[in-house]
């Protein structure tokens, strides 16, 4: 592990695809899957971080990603709070916030070296997406909100940042100014930045200014990803045909970064299919 600025910097898989000395790696995203599949479905599944964490590894070893995320939300998030101040209430919950660290600290441990583990919050917009159009203000304190989860991670040997936004295919310019301070923090950190658009199929989508190193499509075909650019790379491929089994032999890994969610209702045996062939 490196060190800058006083801060533990990850020796990033992420990192070193995105300077170009890796040629591809594979990003699977896979909680929901790994609840249904090693754990049972369990209903308290964030009530025992050892069970959970397990679970996860568990997964890990099946999968063999080269980097996945942790929801850095959900946890907090499992009574849907209504408005802003209940969401900032709920946010605020201590009991969470340790059980959240000892997650951290099992996969960390756990998976040092061989696994890039990168923060996923959601887009601040999304979390009021009850109001129609969610006004700057009411943005910029949820956004300072996650702000401050995150920098409880600050000295965690973490690889990167993810905003995933569930709706939409760009970011407002309210959203954009929302979130500087929190991508900015990510930078800080030496954390790979990114933003994921849960909905768009064609790899069309823009987060306007803010300052991001990768887009991410996990429902966008690797032939639909767009053309690298000097600042901004692309990630997706493993949609839900993908974990279907329907044309995981034709897609073409290399340079690329393969990303993509596992549905939780997925077969075992053909998401470990589809990998295999993918790396082939």
């Known amino acids: ?29 896979f909680e929901a899957y790994a609840r249904r599949v090693f754990a049972a479905a369990n209903a308290d599944w964030y009530g025992d971080a050892t069970s959970y964490a397990a679970a996860l590894g568990q997964a890990q070893a099946a999968l063999g990603s080269d980097c996945t995320s942790f929801d850095l939300l959900a946890p907090y998030l499992t009574q849907e709070p209504q408005g802003k101040d209940a969401l900032l209430e709920a946010l605020g919950a201590p009991a969470t916030a340790a059980f959240i660290d000892q997650v951290l600290d099992a996969l960390l441990h756990r998976h ?8 996923l919050v959601r887009a601040p917009a999304d979390l009021l997406g009850r109001v129609a159009a969610p006004s700057f203000d009411d943005l910029d304190d949820i956004a300072l909100a996650l702000t401050e ?24 310019a309210d959203e954009v100014d929302a979130y500087e301070p929190l991508i900015g923090a990510a930078r800080h950190y030496h954390w790979v930045t990114g933003c994921a658009f849960a909905a768009v199929r064609d790899g069309t989508a823009t987060a306007g200014s803010l300052d991001l190193d990768l887009l991410l499509f996990p429902e966008t075909p690797l032939e639909r990803l767009p053309e690298a650019s000097a600042k901004l790379r692309y990630a997706g491929g493993l949609d839900s045909a993908f974990w279907a089994g329907h044309g995981a032999g034709s897609r073409r890994l290399a340079p690329a970064l393969a990303y993509g969610r596992i549905p939780a209702l997925a077969e ?12 082939t």
């Open 1 to 29: 592990m490196r060190r800058g600025r006083g801060v533990p910097v990850a020796e990033s898989r992420l990192r070193a695809w995105l300077a170009g000395s890796a040629s591809s790696l594979v990003w699977v995203e």
């Open 112 to 119: 040092a070296g061989k696994l890039d583990l990168v923060l």
């Open 149 to 172: 989860l995150i920098r409880r991670h600050a000295q965690r040997p973490l690889a990167g940042l993810v905003i995933d936004k569930q709706h939409g295919a760009s970011l407002s």
């Open 268 to 279: 075992p045996e053909t998401v470990l299919s589809a990998l295999r062939e993918l790396r």
